[in-house]
């Protein structure tokens, strides 16, 4: 591991099979893939050993819409990327996210979810999670009451689950110190040398990354991939096509575009005196020594309909909790905690009662009291308008800085609020044994939809026109690049990105394995 800003002005060389733009949960898990099977690799990290927000290293885009949240703090640059700071929940999109037409494997979604059906025992083995697939099967072990209800009014139950603290900071897939891995932090790749060849297969020969003091890597390799999130990769393509003078990929592809999120609303909330109901039907449980927790998909929906998902957040703010996930979250980021005498004083003894719970009951500790409530979670609808582009301005390395325009339509709103009352009109209640909810849309405390930091859509892969990557990873227009971001799937779907991204990062792992 090699840091190019303490190597001064000194110019270095490489030359390996693969060359990965990011370490990341993409690039982390690719590269722990092709190095145990005995390929060389050249991993570059625009941060440091340390992860650290993209403001403090130049990294900041310009909103020419709304401040989209997902571009600043949903994002990390350094050794592990966002999984130093991301939750670590784990779930696949599965067949609920087919709409018609769209169970074949040609289709974006109809490959998507073939792909993850196929290889997440693969990515959950790699991740040492100890177990093989059971989203939807543990559901029917723990609450079988709360699945038939479900069931019978048209919503499915799947349980997703959270990497422990010290694993969701995926730099432990990787061994620093293996013979076939060279990593460079403190290296933003600012050149990209493109070579002609016959239409659609131009090539990457070199690429040169820089650091703010001077220092200097060229990489050589058979193949690159582009693994630095749905935001940075889309910026870095359109800095490869500007380097092959705009005629590399299809002139239709979008890259960059139909940028979208999950947008997160409160649709209701648990009645107070149901509280401690809810806790203990629905409240997260401990399986195989990791938290689980529930969501609710729709099983019948119109073809027309977004894609969303349901689940209850549990309103816990006290000093135990405080507590532990400070000293949790600085375990997953490499740090010291950031706690004094008086925060531990005041937290040691509600720790008994979680540890009580955790380990005797196998259940997260939820206090009497909690404010419990019912959230939404809808995909955007794609729109063209929202999108990154490459701006006039330039930044530390002289690289162009990235324009984000992003924003909440009035479809989506729409979205918002039929989609609610759908969901609550379908919601068992008290007569099966479940929590009652207290709709809060149009009640005079309509919450504004936030984004989920799951950004989707700016490297879409497929087989039309506008796909930015074909069903294989490789980018449109090349013989030797390849992206590997959550901005890979056509919208955000019924889950959290990052599990399904694995899936298709297992697969291009074996595809670049058998070309090399």
Same mark, same amino acid.
């Given at each position: 591991?090699?840091?190019?800003?303490?190597?001064?002005?000194?110019?270095?060389?490489?030359?390996?099979?693969?060359?990965?733009?990011?370490?990341?949960?993409?690039?982390?898990?690719?590269?722990?893939?092709?190095?145990?099977?005995?390929?060389?690799?050249?991993?570059?990290?625009?941060?440091?050993?340390?992860?650290?927000?993209?403001?403090?290293?130049?990294?900041?885009?310009?909103?020419?819409?709304?401040?989209?949240?997902?571009?600043?703090?949903?994002?990390?640059?350094?050794?592990?990327?966002?999984?130093?700071?991301?939750?670590?929940?784990?779930?696949?999109?599965?067949?609920?996210?087919?709409?018609?037409?769209?169970?074949?494997?040609?289709?974006?979604?109809?490959?998507?979810?073939?792909?993850?059906?196929?290889?997440?025992?693969?990515?959950?083995?790699?991740?040492?999670?100890?177990?093989?697939?059971?989203?939807?099967?543990?559901?029917?072990?723990?609450?079988?009451?709360?699945?038939?209800?479900?069931?019978?009014?048209?919503?499915?139950?799947?349980?997703?689950?959270?990497?422990?603290?010290?694993?969701?900071?995926?730099?432990?897939?990787?061994?620093?110190?293996?013979?076939?891995?060279?990593?460079?932090?403190?290296?933003?790749?600012?050149?990209?040398?493109?070579?002609?060849?016959?239409?659609?297969?131009?090539?990457?020969?070199?690429?040169?990354?820089?650091?703010?003091?001077?220092?200097?890597?060229?990489?050589?390799?058979?193949?690159?991939?582009?693994?630095?999130?749905? *935001? %940075?990769? =889309?910026?870095? @393509?359109?800095?490869?096509?500007?380097? &092959?003078?705009? #005629?590399?990929?299809?002139? !239709?592809?979008?890259?960059?575009?139909?940028?979208?999120?999950?947008?997160?609303?409160?649709?209701?909330?648990?009645?107070?005196?149901?509280?401690?109901?809810?806790?203990?039907?629905?409240?997260?449980?401990?399986?195989?020594?990791?938290?689980?927790?529930?969501?609710?998909?729709?099983?019948?929906?119109?073809?027309?309909?977004?894609?969303?998902?349901?689940?209850?957040?549990?309103?816990?703010?006290?000093?135990?909790?405080?507590?532990?996930?400070?000293?949790?979250?600085?375990?997953?980021?490499?740090?010291?905690?950031?706690?004094?005498?008086?925060?531990?004083?005041?937290?040691?003894?509600?720790?008994?009662?979680?540890?009580?719970?955790?380990?005797?009951?196998?259940?997260?500790?939820?206090?009497?009291?909690?404010?419990?409530?019912?959230?939404?979670? *809808? %995909?955007? =609808?794609?729109? @063209?308008?929202?999108?990154?582009?490459? &701006?006039?301005? #330039?930044?530390?390395?002289? !690289?162009?800085?990235?324009?984000?325009?992003?924003?909440?339509?009035?479809?989506?709103?729409?979205?918002?609020?039929?989609?609610?009352?759908?969901?609550?009109?379908?919601?068992?209640?008290?007569?099966?044994?479940?929590?009652?909810?207290?709709?809060?849309?149009?009640?005079?405390?309509?919450?504004?939809?936030?984004?989920?930091?799951?950004?989707?859509?700016?490297?879409?892969?497929?087989?039309?026109?506008?796909?930015?990557?074909?069903?294989?990873?490789?980018?449109?227009?090349?013989?030797?690049?390849?992206?590997?971001?959550?901005?890979?799937?056509?919208?955000?779907?019924?889950?959290?990105?990052?599990?399904?991204?694995?899936?298709?990062?297992?697969?291009?792992?074996?595809?670049?394995?058998?070309?090399?």
């Amino acid at each position: 591991m090699i840091d190019l800003g303490s190597a001064g002005r000194e110019e270095l060389a490489e030359s390996s099979d693969v060359c990965i733009v990011g370490a990341g949960a993409a690039g982390l898990y690719l590269a722990s893939r092709l190095v145990s099977q005995g390929k060389s690799v050249t991993l570059l990290e625009a941060g440091g050993r340390v992860c650290d927000e993209g403001d403090r290293i130049g990294m900041r885009p310009v909103f020419a819409a709304d401040p989209y949240k997902g571009a600043m703090d949903g994002r990390a640059f350094g050794w592990g990327g966002s999984t130093s700071r991301w939750g670590g929940h784990l779930i696949p999109h599965t067949r609920l996210d087919l709409r018609r037409g769209e169970d074949d494997d040609g289709s974006p979604w109809g490959h998507v979810v073939s792909v993850v059906e196929q290889r997440s025992i693969a990515v959950l083995d790699r991740l040492q999670i100890g177990h093989d697939s059971d989203f939807e099967d543990l559901p029917r072990r723990l609450i079988p009451n709360v699945v038939e209800a479900m069931k019978g009014n048209g919503l499915a139950v799947l349980a997703g689950e959270f990497l422990p603290f010290r694993r969701r900071n995926l730099v432990y897939l990787v061994d620093e110190k293996a013979e076939r891995l060279r990593t460079y932090l403190n290296a933003v790749v600012s050149s990209w040398k493109v070579v002609g060849g016959s239409e659609g297969s131009a090539g990457i020969e070199s690429i040169e990354a820089r650091s703010t003091s001077g220092g200097r890597v060229r990489v050589s390799a058979k193949h690159f991939i582009v693994a630095a999130g749905a *935001i %940075e990769s =889309a910026r870095i @393509l359109l800095e490869v096509s500007e380097s &092959g003078g705009g #005629r590399i990929f299809p002139e !239709r592809a979008r890259v960059g575009a139909f940028l979208s999120d999950h947008l997160s609303c409160r649709i209701g909330d648990v009645e107070p005196n149901d509280r401690a109901h809810a806790a203990r039907a629905v409240g997260p449980r401990f399986a195989n020594g990791r938290m689980r927790s529930f969501r609710y998909v729709e099983t019948r929906p119109a073809p027309t309909e977004p894609r969303s998902f349901a689940h209850f957040l549990f309103e816990i703010d006290n000093p135990a909790f405080r507590l532990a996930k400070e000293t949790l979250f600085a375990i997953q980021a490499r740090r010291f905690p950031k706690v004094g005498v008086a925060d531990v004083v005041r937290g040691l003894g509600g720790l008994v009662s979680f540890g009580f719970d955790r380990y005797g009951r196998a259940r997260l500790h939820i206090p009497p009291g909690t404010p419990v409530h019912l959230q939404l979670d *809808i %995909e955007q =609808a794609p729109r @063209l308008s929202n999108s990154i582009r490459l &701006g006039d301005e #330039r930044d530390a390395l002289g !690289r162009r800085v990235p324009i984000v325009t992003w924003c909440v339509s009035a479809q989506d709103e729409e979205n918002i609020r039929t989609t609610a009352d759908r969901v609550l009109s379908r919601w068992p209640g008290p007569s099966s044994g479940l929590p009652a909810i207290i709709p809060v849309l149009g009640r005079g405390v309509d919450p504004k939809p936030h984004d989920a930091y799951h950004p989707v859509g700016t490297c879409r892969l497929g087989s039309d026109d506008e796909a930015v990557a074909d069903l294989s990873l490789r980018v449109r227009g090349t013989g030797n690049l390849w992206v590997l971001s959550t901005g890979l799937f056509p919208t955000a779907g019924t889950a959290n990105p990052t599990f399904s991204m694995l899936c298709l990062g297992d697969a291009l792992a074996d595809t670049l394995i058998a070309r090399l």
